[in-house]
T-cell receptor, first 114, second 114 residues
Framework: AQSVTQLGSHVSVSEGALVLLRCNYS??????LFWYVQYPNQGLQLLLK??????LVKGINGFEAEFKKSETSFHLTKPSAHMSDAAEYFC????????????FGAGTILRVKS | ETGVTQTPRHLVMGMTNKKSLKCEQH?????MYWYKQSAKKPLELMFV???????ENNSVPSRFSPECPNSSHLFLHLHTLQPEDSALYLC?????????????FGPGTRLTVT
């Protein structure tokens, strides 16, 4: 069965600092992986997705994530945090044979300090 | 309207009431989903519809009754709910096929059961 673990329910960074949000997955077959962001009182917005092309995936708002099969990880990074990045971030996995069924991690709330 | 819309955005209902949540997608997708998002819990997939047919029911109590009259509309009928059903209910849509496609989310309906 697929599962996702997001390390750290809360992450706090200073404005301009590196953002690193951790995601590890469990999957019996090559997965599809996604990062979503949720701002207060809104739905989830897709940041980026990995579908077995390049292992380094670039997304919107300056975010990127690297798929590392040996570590079963898909960590999200951004070189320089902005105040507007404060939100909750979700990692999700889907195994190819399950088609469009996603399993989400518990989420990480990112706080950006001025 | 663009994307995925949900109405109402907020709903307060007593345990004996009957109400319905509505979701509409304007993206030409053919799969639709209901998720429940409770505080401090991972996003829970409730139902999946592909081409108007229900393909997933994640052991959801019968007091939640989904309806998908066409690929663009999805409803969640609610009756005799419990206070623990208070949550954010998110609708999503995607393409459906042999590959895995990203899901697009609506803004959600904040449900409070009194």
């Amino acid at each position: 069965a697929q599962s996702v673990t997001q390390l750290g329910s809360h992450v706090s960074v200073s404005e301009g600092a590196l953002v690193l949000l951790r995601c590890n997955y469990s999957s019996s077959v090559p997965p599809y992986l996604f990062w979503y962001v949720q701002y207060p009182n809104q739905g989830l917005q897709l940041l980026l997705k990995y579908t077995s092309a390049a292992t380094l995936v670039k997304g919107i708002n300056g975010f990127e994530a690297e798929f590392k099969k040996s570590e079963t990880s898909f960590h999200l990074t951004k070189p320089s945090a902005h105040m507007s990045d404060a939100a909750e971030y979700f990692c999700a996995v889907s195994e190819r044979e399950y088609g469009n069924k996603l399993v989400f991690g518990a989420g990480t709330i990112l706080r950006v300090k001025s | 309207e663009t994307g995925v819309t949900q109405t109402p955005r907020h709903l307060v209902m007593g345990m004996t009431n009957k109400k319905s949540l509505k979701c509409e997608q304007h993206l030409g997708h053919n799969a639709m989903y209901w998720y429940k998002q409770s505080a401090k819990k991972p996003l829970e997939l409730m139902f999946v519809y592909n081409f108007k047919e229900q393909t997933e029911n994640n052991s959801v109590p019968s007091r939640f009754s989904p309806e998908c009259p066409n690929s663009s509309h999805l409803f969640l009928h609610l009756h005799t709910l419990q206070p623990e059903d208070s949550a954010l209910y998110l609708c999503a849509s995607s393409y459906s096929g042999t590959s895995t496609y990203e899901q697009y989310f609506g803004p959600g309906t904040r449900l409070t059961v009194t």
